[in-house]
C-alpha cells in the first residue's frame, strides 16, 4: 500500500504562495487517483483537491478554485499543490492520500495517511 509522505509547508503571507510535494513509499502515484486534504484547528478534514489515474480529470473545493492546483510527476513519483493567493483561512494541516476511490464529484479516501504538512498563512 502506498504511503504517502508530505513536504513544502511553511509560513507565509497572505496573498503569497507555496508548493506542496507528496511523494509516494511503497507504491507508483501513476497506478493512483490522489487527493489532498487539509484540517484546521477544531476543524473536520476535508477535500482540497483531486485527481484522477489517468485521465486528467481534477476536482477542486470551491473555497481553492482558482487559486490552487493539483498536478503530478510521474516521472519524480510526485504529486504536487500549487497553492496562490493564500488566505488565513487556507492555514491548517495539509495531507495526501492515494488510491482512493474518485467519482469526478469526490474523492473518497483509503485509511492511509502521511504525516502532514502545516500550512500557516498570516494577515
Known amino acids: 500500500q502506498v504511503q504517502p509522505v508530505e513536504s513544502g509547508g511553511g509560513l507565509v503571507q497572505a496573498g503569497g504562495s507555496l508548493r506542496l510535494s507528496c511523494a509516494a513509499s511503497?507504491?507508483?502515484?501513476?497506478?493512483?487517483?490522489v487527493g489532498w486534504f487539509r484540517q484546521a484547528p477544531g476543524k473536520e478534514r476535508e477535500l482540497v483537491a483531486a485527481r484522477s489515474r489517468s485521465t486528467g480529470s481534477t476536482y477542486y473545493a470551491d473555497s481553492v478554485k482558482g487559486r490552487f492546483t493539483i498536478s503530478r510527476d510521474n516521472a519524480k513519483n510526485t504529486v504536487y499543490l500549487q497553492m496562490n493567493s493564500l488566505k488565513p483561512e487556507d492555514t491548517a494541516v495539509y495531507y495526501c492520500?492515494?488510491?482512493?476511490?474518485?467519482?469526478?464529484?469526490?474523492?473518497?479516501?483509503?485509511?492511509?495517511w502521511g504525516q502532514g504538512t502545516q500550512v500557516t498563512v498570516s494577515s
Open positions: 511503497g507504491g507508483t502515484f501513476s497506478n493512483y487517483a
Open positions: 492520500n492515494a488510491d482512493g476511490d474518485y467519482t469526478g464529484d469526490y474523492y473518497y479516501p483509503n485509511d492511509y
